[in-house]
């Protein structure tokens, strides 16, 4: 299957800093990636659609100033979380689509994020 | 509103003690149902994808199958290393993303 690679798979910050997830897809090229949310033992859910070249399209109920997404090139797309609170402690996961419309999505490790 | 619903929320079983999970699904228009396992601390491996009522695929212990309103994963003689969270999915009505249930964590002791 195709490689989603994310990192950092962990990080640890303060309260009020920013943090950034990378998400790289690194044996395709994808003009769509996703990112997800999981809370302990909920489902994952959708936050944003990433398309490269183009602004992000963001799920309802996502704040688009507190989750910036850019997507700058077909292999990689970044997720920066500003000004981090404990709220936005959680396990974010980006995915990507080797084919238009297949539905197939590959996920990478995901990234925990603990804000203190 | 499309909905996935996994049952149930956990699974214990003896190593080759066979069971199976269901995931039951409201959408207007099925464009795929998806299952996936994911580890602790990990994402979601893509398993199998089904699109037709009818369908079913195997692989290694592991069979889906999908009806109109549901889909199965059947495990066949289960092992320690099947221990996992299996997530069900499908694709919301633009078919541009996926919609997850909450998943079904099985537990195979030996």
């Known amino acids: 299957g195709a490689v989603v690679s994310q990192h950092p798979s962990w990080v640890i910050c303060k309260s009020g800093t920013s943090v950034k997830i990378e998400c790289r897809s690194l044996?395709?090229?994808?003009?769509?990636m996703f990112w997800y949310r999981q809370f302990p033992k909920q489902s994952l859910m959708l936050m944003a659609t990433?398309?490269?070249?183009?602004?992000?399209?963001?799920e309802q109920g996502v704040e688009k100033d507190k989750f910036l997404i850019n997507h700058a090139s077909l292999t990689l797309s970044t997720l920066t979380v500003t000004s981090a609170h404990p709220e936005d402690s959680s396990f974010y996961i980006c995915?990507?689509?080797?084919?238009?419309?297949?539905?197939?999505?590959?996920f990478g490790e995901g990234s925990r994020l603990t804000v203190l | 509103e499309d909905q996935v619903t996994q049952s149930p929320e956990a699974l214990r079983l003896q190593e080759g003690e066979s069971s199976s999970l269901n995931c039951s699904y409201t959408?207007?228009?099925?464009?795929?149902l998806f299952w996936y396992r994911q580890d602790p601390g990990k994402g979601p491996e893509f398993l199998f994808t089904?699109?037709?009522a009818g369908e079913e695929k195997e692989k290694e212990r592991l069979k889906a199958t999908l009806t109109k309103k549901e889909s199965f994963l059947h495990i066949t003689a289960p092992k320690p290393e099947d221990s996992a969270t299996y997530l069900c999915?499908?694709?919301?009505?633009?078919?541009?993303?996926?919609?997850f249930g909450k998943g079904t964590t099985l537990s195979v002791s030996s």
């Open positions: 995915s990507a689509r080797v084919l238009a419309n297949t539905g197939e999505l590959f």
């Open positions: 044996d395709f090229q994808a003009t769509t």
């Open positions: 990433s398309n490269e070249g183009s602004k992000a399209t963001y």
């Open positions: 959408v207007s228009g099925l464009r795929g």
């Open positions: 089904l699109y037709s």
């Open positions: 999915a499908v694709a919301n009505q633009a078919g541009t993303a996926l919609i």
